[in-house]
């Protein structure tokens, strides 16, 4: 009788893990069915995402997702999860999130209610500005300070587009040049083709540390936006998106993201071993203490 017992008890088990496998919908299945998650990277957003000299693809972001990849793995009980990493760009990522080539963007994307139109977010993992770069020698202050000028910023991004809508209410007469990527834009200012790159202050800051004389580059000490970035997620798809939520807060709640932030921000990183330096903001550490995927700038002052 004991023995019935236990393999009607074992029968159940099977017949439930299989039920749940069934009911597997969207990214969760087809990650189960392919055994594969793909990961989306940048090749120049230090230092979330971007290459090393051995063309590997790095990152406070790029870590973020591995650990994220370990909770999906777990989740699907899988013996093993390939990783397939697959590049993208400022104007590619939301879209080859929507069409199903990247089940995940680790990069430096900010979170707001446009974009939440199309694609979802993880919980934010960084708070940043929008300020400018250019070399000291320009003395350049301020927004007053650009009318008719030719400056540049990476196209597809919600800078950019702040940027335009900024010089049309100012009347401020500058040539916006779209560069396709941010080291692009940095060149552009570096060779004299614009007088400055508008962008999230913290990619400013890896981008003058890793220049050839970063005591040459001034970042503006004006914030114009507050930018949350978060990884991208499919939109409507809420089993996947709880799983990767669920990822996030825990590295959280274990002082794995602090640790992170620490490894990225306040040590030597590759590819010149520069140690940006920059403490975690007040933004951040809200965050951290109450986890959200909110889009919404109020919520991070």
Same mark, same amino acid.
């Given at each position: 009788?004991?023995?019935?017992? *236990?393999?009607? &008890?074992? *029968? ?8 749940? &496998? ?41 870590? #973020? ?6 909770? $999906? ?20 990522? #939301? ?25 979802? +977010? ?19 202050? @301020? ?42 834009? +940095? ?8 007088? &400055? ?48 939520? @669920? ?28 140690? *940006?330096?920059? =403490? ?6 809200? $965050?951290?203490?109450?986890?959200? @995927?909110?889009? @919404? =700038?109020?919520?991070?002052?």
């Amino acid at each position: 009788m004991k023995k019935l017992v *236990l393999l009607s &008890a074992a *029968l159940t088990l099977v017949a439930a893990s299989s039920v749940s &496998a069934q009911d597997l919908t969207g990214r969760l299945k087809k990650i189960k069915d392919s055994g594969t998650l793909t990961l989306g990277y940048r090749d120049s957003s230090i230092p979330f995402s971007y290459l090393d000299d051995n063309q590997k693809s790095i990152g406070y972001s790029m870590d #973020i997702c591995y650990k994220i990849a370990d909770a $999906v793995k777990s989740h699907l009980k899988l013996p093993k999860l390939n990783i397939a990493l697959s590049p993208v760009t400022s104007a590619t990522r #939301i879209p080859l999130i929507a069409n199903g080539t990247v089940d995940l963007e680790c990069g430096s994307t900010t979170n707001n209610a446009e974009r939440q139109q199309q694609v979802s +977010f993880a919980p934010t993992t960084f708070v940043t500005a929008t300020r400018f770069v250019a070399k000291k020698s320009s003395k350049l202050n @301020d927004l007053s300070d650009f009318k008719g000028k030719t400056v540049v910023s990476t196209a597809g991004t919600s800078n950019l587009k702040w940027l335009t809508e900024t010089n049309g209410k100012e009347s401020l007469g500058m040539q916006i040049i779209p560069a396709k990527d941010h080291a692009d834009a +940095f060149l552009m200012v570096d060779s004299g083709r614009a007088a &400055a790159f508008f962008m999230d202050d913290i990619l400013l800051y890896g981008l003058v540390a890793n220049s050839k004389s970063p005591d040459q580059w001034m970042v503006s000490s004006k914030a114009y936006t507050v930018e949350p970035y978060g990884m991208i997620e499919p939109k409507d798809d809420p089993a996947f998106k709880k799983v990767v939520d @669920d990822a996030v807060v825990a590295l959280m709640k274990s002082g794995e993201v602090e640790k992170l932030y620490q490894k990225w921000f306040n040590s030597p990183i590759p590819p010149r071993n520069v140690n *940006l330096k920059v =403490p975690m903001s007040d933004a951040l550490k809200k $965050v951290i203490a109450n986890p959200t @995927d909110s889009g @919404d =700038p109020a919520a991070y002052r």
